[in-house]
């Protein structure tokens, strides 16, 4: 039952195609992440962007900012190492979903007026290596072939 859930999760086109995609991708929602819970890189940690997610209406808005931002942070390491990649996809995606119509989708297309341009680019990239898979050299390759 194990390896046949873990074969359906790790399955993927094997080729190197989907690695251009999860490097910068899986670096950009780390960063991302890390500004929401660790305060890296500028960003206002946990307590801040939960305040902010309270303010624009996300409540309860600490939590929110808890599973947003460890969402992008451990889902881009998923990414970067290739490790179950469809499931860290599919949440990379809902939390895009939900960034452009609770935050952006208001402010228009660009982000020059704090629009979904972005959020949508990040959606459009999870969901394709939802689909893909994580593809030739990732750990879920190297499961499969485990299981195999």
């Not at 952006?104 to 990040?122: I, T």
């Not at 990239?125 to 939802?130: D, G, I, K, N």
Request: hydrophobic fraction near 50%.
């Amino acid at each position: 039952m194990f390896k046949s859930l873990l074969k359906k999760l790790t399955a993927s086109n094997p080729s190197w195609s989907t690695l251009a995609l999860r490097i910068p991708i899986g670096i950009t929602f780390m960063a991302h992440g890390g500004q929401k819970l660790f305060a890296w890189f500028g960003g206002y940690g946990l307590e801040g962007t939960g305040q902010w997610m309270a303010s624009i209406g996300i409540e309860p808005g600490y939590q929110m900012a808890l599973m947003a931002g460890s969402a992008e942070f451990f889902g881009g390491i998923a990414l970067l190492l290739g490790l179950l990649v469809r499931p860290a996809a599919l949440m990379l995606s809902i939390t895009m979903l939900v960034a452009i119509f609770s935050v952006h989708f208001s402010n228009g297309l660009f982000m020059s007026n704090n629009g979904y341009e972005f959020a949508l680019a990040l959606l459009a990239a999870s969901a394709s290596l939802m689909l893909s898979g994580a593809g030739k050299l990732s750990v879920d390759n190297l499961l499969r072939q485990r299981c195999s």
